[in-house]
């Protein structure tokens, strides 16, 4: 459950491998666009959350994508999911999913929660599409995370998964993003949702935490073992039961109830970041260079999954 593989880098972040300058500015400007020029954006502004949808959708479109809309309607507004795809070549049929969702919490901009997890996404969608992997890839930025739809029929993933499901997809792999710019390397800037973990995981809040249910265990030693190959970004993984608080807390718990391996990558959100869900969730309080760290690491992760090999 709690013994993963491979050996987390012990302390800081290490060089990235690839030269790509730009990618920190890149996830800065995407991140800042939707907490800061959007900002707040749920059911209850929607010009907003369909302010925040196109910006996702040209962003899409400009990576070379035919971006699709899923579009349902929540309290009398039209909501999207906003997809862009790329048909694998050998192993068509088998999909990996790569999400986070894109709407904000009541009375916060969201720039952690979860402009983080949507920035990432972007940047991993930039990076591969000119590729041709030999799974299919699914980019979806999904809409209506927050409260009141969390874990309620209108929230964008449960949408997006029952879909899925219903058309018989073969989804192998899913990875949710949420919550991935605060990192600290304070003394106790960690905390956990039961106090036995704090004897198993770090008191320093400066790693990227990969979080499964028991069901998806053989997927999260997968992903995390890939990820700690490119020794960049300080990691901890569970696969815990999905009663433990947190476990379940973003577009991952869609899948599971589909049947689908699913992992959550994020920073711990609550457990860390006392912005979580406040006004004070701006950009400022981004950690982007970490970001960037750990948007680079997990273009490794999803190449792994995509492959012809895996």
Known sequence: MTCMPGSSRSQGYGPVRRSDSGLGGDIQRDVRALAETIGERNVTRPDALNAARDYIEASFARFGFTPKRETYSVAGVAC??????????????????????????????????????????????RHFSTTRPARTLRFVAFVNEEPPWFQTDDMGSRVHAKASRARGDDIIAMLSLE????????????????????????????????????????????????????????????????????????????FWREGYPAVMVTDTAVYRDANYHEKSDTADAVDFARLACVAIALEQVVEHLVSQSN
């Not at 795809?85 to 999909?95: L, Q, Y």
């Not at 106790?188 to 935490?209: C, K, M, T």
């Not at 992903?223 to 433990?244: H, Q, W």
């Open 80 to 125: 999207s999911n906003v997809i862009a795809e790329i048909a694998g070549s050998s192993k068509r049929s088998e999909i990996v999913v790569v999400g986070a969702h894109y709407d904000s919490v009541v009375g916060s901009p969201g720039a952690n929660d979860n402009a983080s997890g949507t920035a990432a996404l972007l940047s991993l969608a």
């Open 179 to 254: 919550t991935l710019g605060c990192y600290s390397d304070a003394a106790d800037s960690q905390r956990y949702p039961a106090p036995i973990l704090n004897l198993v995981y770090p008191s320093r809040g400066n790693f990227v935490a990969f979080v499964s249910n028991l069901s998806s265990r053989s997927l999260l030693r997968d992903v995390i073992r890939e990820f700690r190959e490119s020794d960049t970004v300080p990691s901890a993984g569970g696969a815990l039961p999905e009663f433990v608080s947190g476990v379940g807390w973003s577009d991952h718990e869609s």
